[in-house]
C-alpha cells in the first residue's frame, strides 16, 4: 500500500511517498521528483551519476540533450553558431533546372509591348503582358511565420539570331517571379545582336534577377518563373530564353543556356 507524507516547509507543499516518489507543488507526484512549478538552480547541473560519483557538469556552452525514456540525457557541443531570438536563419533552399525553356517568344510570337509591371499583377493577365512559364523552374512547400522570407535567385541563358547576320537587331523582353500566381520579383532587358557575322548573327546573354521577399504570408506557396517578350527591333528575329534557337547550330545548346531557380526559405528565429 502506497502511503504519503505530506509535509509544509516554509509555505512549501511536499508530498513525500514510501517508496521515494516526492512531489513538489503536487500532491500526485507521477515520477521520482516531480515539479509542478517554476526552478531556480543556483549552481551547476550534473548528470549521469551514481551513487559514489558526482554527475558530469558539462562544458561551458554545452546542452543538455535527451537520448530517450529511460536514459540519462547527455551534454553536447553545438557545431553550429547560436543565433538570438529576433534574427534570421535559413532553413529550407528549393534548387531547380531546366533545359526545356521558352521558344514560343521567338519570331511567330508578337511582341506584347506592354512596359511596367506592378507587384501583385496576375500571371494570367493579359493587359499586365502576355507571360510564358517556364514549368520546370516550378516548385511549391510551405512558409510556417509569415514573419519568414523568400530569397529568389533566377539566371538563364538568352538566345537571339537577327535575319540578316550583318544587322544589328534586338529584343526587349521581361522575367519574374510569381508567388501564388501574383508577381512578387521582375527585371526588364535587352537582348542585341550587335553585326555578330562570325556567329552567323546569333548572340547570347546571361540573365539573373535576384531578389528577397519580406513577410511572406504563413500557407501553401507556389513559385513560378515567366518571361514575355516587349518588343523586337525586327519580327523575323529569332529568341529564346532558356534554350537555344536552333539546335543544328554550332554556337550553343539547350546545357549552355539551361535555366536555373534557387529559393531560400529565411526564417525568423523564435523560442516562445
Do not use: H
Not at 180 to 202: C, F, M, Q, W, Y
Amino acid at each position: 500500500m502506497k502511503k504519503t507524507v505530506y509535509c509544509c516547509v516554509a509555505g512549501l507543499l511536499i508530498s513525500i511517498q514510501t517508496y521515494a516518489q516526492v512531489g513538489i507543488g503536487t500532491t500526485a507526484p507521477n515520477s521520482t521528483l516531480d515539479v509542478n512549478g517554476k526552478t531556480t538552480l543556483r549552481k551547476e547541473l550534473r548528470v549521469g551519476g551514481t551513487s559514489t560519483t558526482a554527475g558530469n557538469p558539462g562544458l561551458n556552452g554545452q546542452v543538455l540533450v535527451s537520448q530517450g525514456e529511460n536514459l540519462p540525457p547527455v551534454w553536447k557541443s553545438l557545431n553550429v553558431t547560436f543565433i538570438d531570438e529576433g534574427q534570421y536563419r535559413l532553413v529550407n533552399s528549393y534548387l531547380s533546372t531546366d533545359q526545356v525553356g521558352i521558344s514560343t517568344l521567338s519570331n511567330s510570337a508578337t511582341a506584347d509591348g506592354i512596359y511596367k509591371n506592378s507587384i501583385g499583377d496576375d500571371i494570367t493577365d493579359t493587359s499586365k503582358g502576355t507571360w510564358v512559364k517556364i514549368d520546370g523552374l516550378k516548385n511549391e512547400f510551405v512558409v510556417k511565420d509569415a514573419r519568414n522570407k523568400l530569397t529568389y535567385q533566377f539566371q538563364s541563358g538568352v538566345e537571339m539570331k537577327a535575319p540578316a547576320s550583318g544587322t544589328s537587331q534586338n529584343v526587349s523582353f521581361a522575367c519574374g517571379v510569381f508567388r501564388n500566381s501574383k508577381l512578387v520579383a521582375v527585371r526588364p532587358d535587352k537582348i542585341s545582336s550587335n553585326n555578330n557575322t562570325e556567329k552567323s548573327g546569333i548572340q547570347d546573354y546571361i540573365f539573373t534577377l535576384n531578389y528577397t521577399e519580406q513577410n511572406v504570408p504563413a500557407g501553401n506557396q507556389k513559385i513560378e518563373v515567366a518571361c514575355r517578350k516587349i518588343n523586337s527591333s525586327n519580327s523575323n528575329s529569332q529568341f529564346t530564353i532558356g534554350r537555344n534557337v536552333s539546335n543544328t547550330n554550332t554556337v550553343s545548346n539547350a546545357f549552355t543556356l539551361e535555366s536555373m531557380m534557387k529559393v531560400d526559405i529565411i526564417e525568423y528565429v523564435s523560442y516562445n
